[in-house]
Nanobody
Framework: QVQLVESGGGLVQPGGSLRLSCVAS????????MAWYRQGPGKERELVAD????????NSYGAVKGRFTISRDNDKNTVFLQMNSLKPEDTAVYYC???????????WGQGTQVTVSS
């Protein structure tokens, strides 16, 4: 069964940190570009970070650049998102995504809620 399962979300105070994990199963994880997206209340889903198949090239984008870091462990079929210096505007449902570059096939996780509030 093709599956992405996120974990690690929760409630954190502003300035705090969280580490999200996403475990993949049912497909060749090492051949897929992995990414994290988020969707805040009343907002469209946006790309947060992505990482190449081998893990050598990871990028974060927009407002999270410099605060969030993506990494992957291909031996454990897992991708991570380390989130530091969290702000209330980071509050969102965070989704794990796997994309097969050759044909654009996408797999989505169910999402994990991150709430940044004092």
């Amino acid at each position: 069964q093709v599956q992405l399962v996120e974990s690690g979300g929760g409630l954190v105070q502003p300035g705090g940190s969280l580490r999200l994990s996403c475990v993949a199963s049912g497909f060749p994880f090492g051949r897929y570009v992995m990414a994290w997206y988020r969707q805040g209340p009343g907002k469209e889903r946006e790309l947060v970070a992505d990482i190449s198949t081998g893990g050598g090239l990871g990028n974060s984008y927009g407002a999270v650049k410099g605060r969030f870091t993506i990494s992957r462990d291909n031996d454990k079929n897992t991708v991570f998102l380390q989130m530091n210096s969290l702000k209330p505007e980071d509050t969102a449902v965070y989704y794990c995504n796997a994309r097969f570059s050759a044909n654009g096939y996408n797999i989505w996780g169910q999402g994990t809620q991150v709430t940044v509030s004092s």
